[in-house]
C-alpha cells in the first residue's frame, strides 16, 4: 500500500552549536514550546538531539533531556567531533516505522561567533541539514563562501537563515525580504544597529565627558569587556554588508567605508582595554566639538549604518540628525532601522525595538528555526 508522505506528521531534529546566553535562552525556549507546536507545525516529533559547546558535545538521537543538558554535557559529553556531530544530527530524524516512512527535517543553530563552525556551513547543508544562525561572520564573510551557500540551498532545498544576525529579536530581515519579493524598490535603508552605542548616544549630551558615558555602558555590562569591539564599528559593519547583499549589492566588509569611535592612538593590540579606558579622557575633546556643533544646529550625533541602494554604496558613520527625527528621540539600548522605498518614499517603514538581549535574540532564532520546518519539503 503507498503512503502519501505529504499527509504524514514531520520529524524534526535539531542540534545547537554554542550554549552560550542566546543558546541557553533558545533551549528554554524550545523546552517550554516543543510539545505546542507539534500539531501546528504538523509534527509528530520535535526534539533537540545535539548540543555542543567549544570542547565537548552530547548526542542523543532520542532526544536530549533539556531539564538537565548542562550536567549531562559536562559530565557526559565527549570531545567535540564536527563530523560525527553533522552525521548524527543528519540521521536523527530518519524515517518512521517502515510503514509509516515519513519525511523528516534536520537543522543546525550555530549560536557561536565561530569561524571554525560557519566556515563548515556548505558541508553541512550538503549532509542534508538548515542552518539556523544569529552568527554573523558567514552573512559578512568573503561573497565567494556567501554566494556558493546561497547556491547550494536552492539546489538541496535547504535553508540558511540569519534573522537574528542584524536586528536580534527585530523583524529587518524579513521585513526587507518582504518588500523585494512584492517588487518594492529599496532606495536607502538606515539603522541604528548597536544596542551598545545606541545607549551611549542616547545618553551623551553636551556638557558631558564621552569616556564618562563609554565608562557608564562598560559598568552596566553594555559593551564588550574591551569596549573598542563596539566602538571600532566592525559590528555594525558586518550587519551593513548583510543588509546590502540582500539589496542584490556585491558588498565585502573589508572594502566598506567604516568611521572608527577609536582614536587612532588607542587602536591596536599594543594599547590593553585597560590602557584605552585610562586614555580615552584625553581624547574627549573630539566627540564635545561634534555634539556641540549638532546642538547648535538644533541635533544629535548618532551613529549610523547605511545601505544607499540607488547608489549602490555602504558605511557606518557618525551622522547629525535633526531633533524631530526617529534616530534623535530613541532611548536606552533599542535599535532601529528606516526603510526608504519607492512604496514608502514620503513616509519610511520605521523597525524598532530592543536590539539585543538573550531572550529576544534567541525568540528571533526561534523564528527561523520555525520557518524552517514549515517550508521543509514533506516529499
Not at 507539534?38 to 526534539?47: E, G, I
Not at 551611549?200 to 569616556?211: A, E, L, R, V
Request: glycine content about 8%.
Amino acid at each position: 500500500m503507498s503512503v502519501d508522505i505529504q499527509h504524514q506528521p514531520l520529524s524534526v531534529s535539531v542540534g545547537l552549536i554554542g550554549p552560550g546566553l542566546i543558546g541557553k535562552a533558545l533551549l528554554r525556549q524550545i523546552e517550554q514550546q516543543a510539545e505546542k507546536l507539534l500539531t501546528p507545525l504538523h509534527a509528530d516529533k520535535f526534539r533537540v538531539v545535539a548540543v555542543a559547546n567549544s570542547r565537548q558535545m552530547l548526542l542523543r538521537p532520542e532526544g536530549v533531556n533539556l531539564a538537565t543538558w548542562e550536567t549531562d554535557l559536562a559530565e557526559k559529553g565527549e570531545p567535540l567531533d564536527l563530523d560525527r556531530y553533522a552525521a548524527c544530527l543528519a540521521s536523527a530524524s530518519g524515517p518512521l516505522p517502515a510503514s509509516l516512512p515519513g519525511p523528516s527535517c534536520s537543522v543546525l543553530v550555530d549560536c557561536t561567533a565561530s569561524d571554525a563552525v560557519s566556515s563548515r556551513y556548505a558541508a553541512f547543508m550538503r549532509q542534508g541539514l538548515h542552518i539556523v544562525t544569529p552568527n554573523k561572520k558567514f552573512g559578512a564573510g568573503p561573497l565567494k563562501q556567501y554566494h556558493e551557500l546561497r547556491d547550494l540551498a536552492e539546489r538541496h532545498r535547504r535553508r540558511f537563515m540569519y534573522e537574528a544576525t542584524v536586528g536580534a529579536g527585530l523583524p529587518v530581515i524579513s521585513t526587507l525580504h518582504g518588500l523585494l519579493e512584492t517588487g518594492d524598490k529599496i532606495i536607502k535603508i538606515e539603522g541604528i544597529l548597536s544596542g551598545t552605542l545606541s545607549y551611549i548616544f542616547n545618553t551623551y549630551k553636551p556638557g558631558m565627558k564621552f569616556s564618562d558615558v563609554v565608562a557608564d555602558a562598560k559598568a552596566k555590562g553594555y559593551t564588550e569587556p574591551d569596549p573598542r569591539d563596539d566602538l571600532s564599528g566592525l559590528d555594525v559593519a558586518r550587519k551593513v554588508v548583510i543588509l546590502a547583499r540582500e539589496c542584490g549589492m556585491e558588498v565585502e566588509l573589508e572594502s566598506m567605508a567604516v568611521e572608527s569611535l577609536v582614536p587612532a592612538a588607542l587602536r591596536g593590540e599594543g594599547v590593553s582595554a585597560q590602557q584605552y579606558m585610562e586614555a580615552l579622557p584625553q581624547h574627549d575633546g573630539d566627540m564635545a566639538a561634534k555634539a556641540a556643533e549638532a546642538d547648535a544646529a538644533g541635533g544629535v550625533v548618532r551613529y549610523v549604518g547605511c545601505v544607499d541602494a540607488e547608489n549602490g554604496t555602504a558605511s557606518v558613520t557618525l551622522r547629525t540628525y535633526p531633533a524631530g527625527h526617529p534616530f534623535a528621540q530613541l532611548s536606552g539600548s533599542d535599535n532601529i532601522v528606516v526603510f526608504t522605498t519607492e512604496r514608502y518614499k514620503d513616509r519610511p517603514l520605521i523597525v524598532r525595538g530592543p536590539g539585543a538581549g538573550a531572550d529576544v535574540t534567541a525568540a528571533g532564532v526561534f523564528v527561523d528555526l520555525l520557518q524552517v520546518v514549515r517550508s521543509h519539503p514533506r516529499a
